[in-house]
C-alpha cells in the first residue's frame, strides 16, 4: 500500500499558480525528500496533506483513504513536525508534549506512556519538568518533533526540522529520523541542507514553480548530470571572483560559492582545467586546495533549476 498518493493537486490563489497539477507516490518505510527553492509549492503541498489548507483541485489518498475538505478522519495517520516552533513557552517539556497528545484523542495511562516515548525517543526525558522557554534551539526542535510523534503517527511530515542550529542537535535529529524509520513510520522531510538528503533519503522530488520537476532515487537523480563533472577550489578572498566570467569559460555549466569553498560543474568530455586555473591566477587568487569530485544532489538541483537550494 502507499503511504501517500496525490493525483493532479492543484492550489491556485486567483492569477498565482502555486500548485501546479502535481502527482507524487509515497512508499510505506520511506525517507521522502521533498525539496526546492523558496516559493516552489513544497509548504503549500505540505499544508494541504495536513488540512491546513484546502485544494483547488486533486485528489490525496493517505494509506488508502481518500481526503476530502468533509471528511478529513485519514489525517489521523499523519504526524507533523512544523518549520516553526509550535510550542507552549510557559510549559514544561512533559506538559507541552501531554497538550499534543491529547489534541491526538491519547488519554489517561496511554496518555502518560506515549508521553514519556516522545521524550524518551528525543533525549529530552531527564528535561522533562524543565519549561521550553528554558531551551536551546536544538532542544526545542527535538521537542517539537516529540510533540508531532506523541500518537505513534503511520507517516511523520518533517518541514525543516534542523534550520538555525548547532551541528550537534543537527546529528541528534538526523539519527532520530533514521530511527523512526527502521521502526516502520514514513517520512516526508523538507530541507536546505542537501548534505542531510544524501544521508537520509531513499527517495526525492524537486519542486519548482508549483511542478515536480523530477522524482527518483538518489542514484537515478544523480544519472541526469551523468555528464558533468565537479571541480572543488578551496581559497581564501571570494570578493574578486566574477561568477559570469567563469561561466563563459568553454565546458562550464555552474559556479557555486559556499564559504570557503567553490564548486565548478563542468561537461565531462570538455577539458578545460587548464583554463579555469588561468582564471584564478590571472586575477591574483591564491588557490588553497583542488580536486575533483563526484556529482552529488547540489549539482543535480542546480543543473535543475538554476539555483542552489537554499536559496
Known amino acids: 500500500m502507499k503511504a501517500i498518493e496525490i493525483q493532479n493537486l492543484t492550489k491556485r490563489y486567483k492569477d498565482f499558480l502555486a500548485v ?14 521533498l525539496l526546492g527553492p523558496n516559493g516552489a509549492g513544497k509548504s503549500t503541498t505540505i499544508n494541504i496533506i495536513c488540512g491546513i489548507l484546502n485544494s483547488s483541485y486533486g485528489e490525496i489518498k493517505i494509506l488508502g483513504e481518500t481526503l476530502s475538505i468533509k471528511d ?25 508534549v501531554k497538550f499534543f497528545g491529547s489534541l491526538y484523542g491519547l488519554k489517561g495511562n496511554e496518555l502518560e506512556e506515549c508521553v514519556k516515548k516522545a521524550l524518551e525517543f528525543t533525549g529530552l526525558l531527564d528535561m522533562k519538568d524543565k519549561r521550553a522557554s528554558d531551551f536551546s534551539g536544538g532542544m526545542l ?40 524509520n527502521e521502526k516502520g513510520t514514513t517520512v516526508i522531510y523538507t530541507t536546505h541542507y542537501m548534505e542531510e538528503v544524501e544521508e537520509i533519503c531513499s ?22 548530470v551523468s555528464d558533468k563533472k565537479s571541480l572543488i577550489l ?3 578572498n571570494f570578493e574578486t571572483i566574477d561568477e559570469k566570467e567563469i561561466k563563459n569559460i568553454k565546458g562550464v555549466t555552474d559556479v557555486i560559492i559556499d564559504e570557503n569553498e567553490i564548486t565548478i560543474n563542468t561537461e565531462k568530455e570538455i577539458n578545460n582545467l587548464d583554463k579555469i586555473i588561468n582564471y ?12 575533483y569530485e563526484d556529482i552529488n544532489l547540489e549539482t543535480v538541483f542546480l543543473s535543475l533549476t538554476g539555483r542552489r537550494l537554499r536559496e
Do not use: W
Open 141 to 180: 526542535r527535538r521537542l517539537n518533533i516529540a510533540c508531532g510523534i506523541v500518537h505513534n503517527p503511520k507517516i511523520v511530515i518533517m518541514d525543516e526540522p534542523t534550520v538555525g542550529i548547532d551541528p550537534q542537535s543537527r546529528n541528534h535529529i538526523l539519527q532520530s529520523v533514521k530511527k523512526l
Open 20 to 33: 501546479d497539477n502535481i502527482s507524487l507516490s509515497i512508499e510505506e518505510g520511506e525517507i521522502y525528500g
Open 203 to 224: 527517495k526525492i522530488a524537486i519542486m519548482d514553480n508549483g511542478k515536480v520537476i523530477v522524482e527518483g532515487s538518489k542514484e537515478e537523480l544523480k544519472s541526469i
Open 72 to 96: 478529513k478522519s485519514a489525517r489521523k495517520y499523519l504526524g507533523l513536525v512544523p518549520q516553526q516552533v509550535a510550542l507552549y513557552n510557559e510549559y514544561s517539556a512533559y506538559e507541552n
Open 234 to 236: 578551496r581559497i581564501d
Open 280 to 291: 584564478f591566477t590571472t586575477n591574483k587568487i591564491e588557490i588553497r586546495d583542488i580536486g
